[in-house]
């Protein structure tokens, strides 16, 4: 199951309307161990999920035609803000033409964390149904929230300050 951006037009606005893109939380998903990945990001360094154990990661599955992109800027937000207490972002492209359409993307936006491409086989590790997909993974290395749709930027925000305040044995 590869997820496709055919036109934007055609995805856009179907974005902001579906019902997995409103404020869901993906219960399931939730307390368990987030599944470990090693991907590279554009300049080919690995980036692996299991090396930011510690910090509370915030983990956004994306795509460049997506109208889920209105979240990036509170993620460089958040990352800005929340750095030094230990929280890392990372954002997973799901575009299915890769680099092609997410480098011209990246060099326009200027991204504060570093970004992926992921792949099908990562999709369904983490239940990405429909995008977009925001994950908060605990310091324990526990997923502690998974939603589905555009996030609620003040209660999430809050979520983070709160697993920021958490140590890593919770």
């Given at each position: 199951?590869?997820?496709?951006?055919?036109?934007?037009?055609?995805?856009?606005?179907?974005?902001?309307?579906?019902?997995?893109?409103?404020h869901?939380?993906s219960?399931?998903?939730?307390?368990?161990?987030?599944p470990?990945?090693?991907?590279?990001?554009?300049?080919?360094t690995?980036?692996?999920?299991s090396?930011?154990?510690?910090?509370v990661v915030?983990?956004?599955?994306?795509?460049?035609?997506?109208?889920?992109?209105?979240?990036?800027?509170?993620?460089?937000?958040?990352?800005?803000?929340?750095?030094?207490a230990?929280?890392?972002?990372?954002?997973?492209s799901?575009d299915?033409?890769?680099?092609?359409?997410?480098?011209?993307?990246?060099?326009?936006?200027k991204?504060?964390y570093?970004?992926?491409?992921?792949n099908?086989?990562l999709?369904?590790?983490?239940?990405l149904?429909?995008?977009?997909?925001t994950?908060?993974?605990?310091?324990?290395?526990?997923?502690?929230?998974?939603?589905?749709?555009?996030?609620?930027?003040?209660?999430?925000?809050?979520?983070?300050?709160s697993l920021?305040?958490?140590?890593?044995?919770?």
């Open positions: 199951m590869r997820y496709r951006a055919f036109t934007p037009c055609v995805f856009v606005a179907p974005c902001l309307l579906l019902p997995a893109c409103s869901k939380s219960p399931a998903s939730i307390g368990r161990p987030a470990d990945f090693s991907l590279v990001d554009p300049s080919g690995p980036v692996r999920l090396a930011y154990k510690g910090k915030l983990l956004d599955f994306w795509a460049t035609w997506c109208g889920c992109k209105i979240e990036i800027p509170w993620y460089v937000e958040f990352q800005n803000k929340y750095r030094d230990g929280l890392s972002a990372i954002g997973v799901m299915a033409d890769g680099w092609k359409s997410v480098k011209p993307f990246l060099a326009e936006h991204l504060n570093p970004v992926v491409i992921g099908d086989d999709g369904q590790q983490f239940e149904v429909n995008m977009p997909l994950l908060l993974i605990g310091r324990n290395g526990n997923i502690a929230e998974s939603h589905a749709g555009v996030v609620d930027k003040e209660r999430f925000e809050a979520k983070i300050r920021l305040q958490e140590s890593t044995t919770n």
